[in-house]
């Protein structure tokens, strides 16, 4: 399993930085932490409300580090449960977890944590060589910052942009003592698999829906500049008219984006020389998003790339944006 420690300049979550793993699913739980929880005291005073999370030691830290308070009612959910759900789940489909790829990210004391596990099925073709890989994407914390969360996501095999989860697809469970009583995991990941291949096939008709060169400038300086900012904005236009990414001048609070100036960088992967459609410009957003340094500004810019497409979609066809 190979453990990096990613630089600040290239990812941060809430403020630390992050340890990247990559290997095989049968490796990941062991190299996750433990943590512990214990009473809160101070001296001889008691909070009767509050436990403190530790985390316990590691291979290379052998202190007990402290890296939350919960309520008593807090269900505090290991991250090596959470991937043993998804690799005895694996097992008795009878597939090898040895030969299963993960990628993983986690926070500097281990709080937060997500994963992304191929899933072994048929891949998804949009376009001709343009295919997307079905996977499994956890999401844990012990800290109260992010609720455990299991989904069904696609990865665009060209570029690795990992497109938005749609609401269906996802299956989030509260930390609270009687969370447990809620659906399988991996129940709802093979019920949910078929319809989520269905809203990927919708995604073919997207590559039908052209885009004139007026109305994707109006879409930029419109929608994608409100959401996004004017810089993103210009660099989604550049994108679209180049295939290369651009560094963004400083501009006027009175300029449009598609009237700042710009300098071409390095072409953007699985971009086309200039943008056609709608699937296009999709893939576009999800790279962008994909380039923020914060991994929560990451997860919420991608979500955000529907609504965005969904406002250049004819409406019979939004029900995949959605």
Request: charge should be neutral; aromatic fraction near 8%; include cysteine.
């Amino acid at each position: 399993m190979e453990c990096k420690r990613l630089p600040r300049t290239e990812a941060v979550w809430q403020g630390q930085s992050v340890y990247r793993f990559k290997g095989m699913l049968a490796e990941l739980e062991g190299v996750l932490p433990r943590f512990a929880r214990v009473r809160l005291t101070h001296e001889d005073a008691l909070n009767e409300y509050l436990d403190l999370v530790l985390r316990e030691p590691t291979d290379d830290d052998d202190r007990r580090v402290p890296v939350a308070t919960v309520s008593r009612r807090y269900a505090l959910i290991q991250h090596q449960d959470t991937v043993a759900w998804v690799r005895k789940a694996f097992e008795e489909q009878k597939w090898d977890p040895s030969t299963i790829g993960i990628t993983a990210w986690m926070s500097e004391y281990g709080e937060r944590f997500r994963a992304e596990i191929a899933l072994p099925v048929e891949t998804e073709a949009v376009n001709v060589g343009d295919m997307l890989r079905a996977e499994v994407r956890l999401w844990n914390s012990v800290d109260r910052s992010r609720a455990f969360e299991v989904a069904i996501g696609w990865m665009r095999l060209i570029c690795t942009n990992g497109l938005a989860v749609w609401s269906g697809d996802r299956l989030r469970k509260i930390h609270h003592v009687d969370w447990m009583s809620r659906e399988s995991p991996m129940d709802f990941l093979l019920e949910r698999l078929p319809r989520s291949r269905d809203q990927v096939a919708e995604l073919r008709r997207w590559t039908e829906v052209k885009i004139t060169m007026d109305k994707l400038v109006g879409w930029v300086d419109g929608d994608v500049s409100t959401k996004w900012g004017k810089t993103r904005a210009a660099r989604v236009l550049h994108i679209s008219r180049t295939g290369s990414d651009c560094a963004v001048g400083r501009h006027a609070e009175a300029r449009k984006p598609s009237e700042l100036e710009v300098t071409g960088l390095a072409k953007v992967p699985g971009a086309p020389a200039k943008t056609g459609n709608v699937y296009d410009l999709y893939q576009t957003l999800l790279w962008l998003a994909g380039q923020e340094r914060s991994l929560e500004q990451r997860e919420s810019m991608t979500a955000e790339t529907l609504s965005l497409i969904a406002t250049l979609l004819p409406q019979n066809m939004r029900g995949a944006a959605a």
